[in-house]
């Protein structure tokens, strides 16, 4: 986060579908990055928990 600054955090696997999880992220961020205003977004990956292995299986068509 400090040094990549990323516009938008996916969450990917099995915890992607525990949807409390997102809120205590965004929370956290504020408090382990060095500047306090994160406009960083935290967001479930579109294909849920199989997403990386859809990524996984594209790569390997490669």
Known sequence: MNFVDPEVIVLGGGMSNVDEVYPLVQQKLSKYTF????????????????????????????
């Open 35 to 62: 500047t306090k205003s994160v406009t960083t977004q935290v967001v479930k990956s579109v294909h849920g928990d199989s997403s990386g292995v859809r990524g996984a299986a594209f790569l390997h068509t490669l």
